[in-house]
């Protein structure tokens, strides 16, 4: 077994909390229900890991600015593999599968599991992870993947419209997907029972590498190094899964969130008000963070977000903060 956990995005939805110097995956926002502390994704899902005996078995994949961040808030014993520049989810995931088939010199018939930093699940998610590599194996499929029940119609997430479920009875043959659909398709992926797509895969090494050699790159690791920026720059959905000629679906019945917007992160924070600042007893619903040595006063406003950094300030309703990531072109 080997996971990938991919952990080289800058995180625009939550500027200005999150900028490309630290980005959202170090963020000590989220409490450790154990001990009261505060802890970031990266730590979160290194301790489940490691408390799902998944550790050994784990790479983590970052860009260059992110290097020292992972060595002050995880031990020495992971296994970092850097991007030269960031290109998107199909270079990072095939930088991954390089560096395990060329330098830690796995076989090329050994399985790895892509998973995003930023999925906020609880522990009996790791054993979907686990089940994703066994079902592949079952199936003869190209590529495994965990789809999610949604809890609501959601424009912010792809979908996954399986199937009929097999004989096998415990995956789905998957149909086709949609990314990011309008409301009303939403809501119509919603009534057709279909999943959450939560970007976790399973696949073959070779799989991946014979699409690398497929579009004349090496699958030597320095050599592959080399020539990264002429990869193109595109997801791995859209790049490889999309085209698969047969995907399958593990179901998830469990709690899962990404946690790259302030509604979904506020949501786990379980506190409203960080640093120094007041929330009068007429909000509802709104978060403050403050990094500003001043102090910062939200009095009357419901539903939003209030951060204030030596980076930025952003003022926003929680539904709206996503147009976040498209008004930062203009700054």
Known sequence: MNIVILSGGKGKRLWPLSTNEYSKQFLKVLKNNEDGTYQSMVQRIWYQLTNNKLGQFATFVTNSSQVELFKEQLNDDITLVTEPESRD??????LASIYLYSVKKVDSEQFVTILPVDAYVEDDFFQKIRDLEQVLKVSGADLSLIGVIPTHPSTKYGY????????????YNVKYFKEKPSEEEAQNLFQKEAFWNCGVFCFQIKYVLSIIENLGFPIEYKEFLKCYRNLPKISFDYMVVEKAERVIMVPYFGSWKDLGTWVTLTEEMNVSNLGGGIISEDCKNT???????????????????????????LISDKKQSDKIKTLLKDL
Request: no cysteine; hydrophobic share 50%; glycine share 4%.
């Open 89 to 94: 989810t199909f270079a990072a995931i095939a």
């Open 160 to 171: 996954i419209v399986p199937n009929n479920k097999n004989h096998h009875d415990y995956f």
């Open 287 to 313: 978060h403050l963070i403050n990094e500003l040595e001043i102090p910062v006063v939200a009095i009357g406003i419901t539903n939003a977000v209030v951060v204030a950094t030596p980076k930025g300030i």
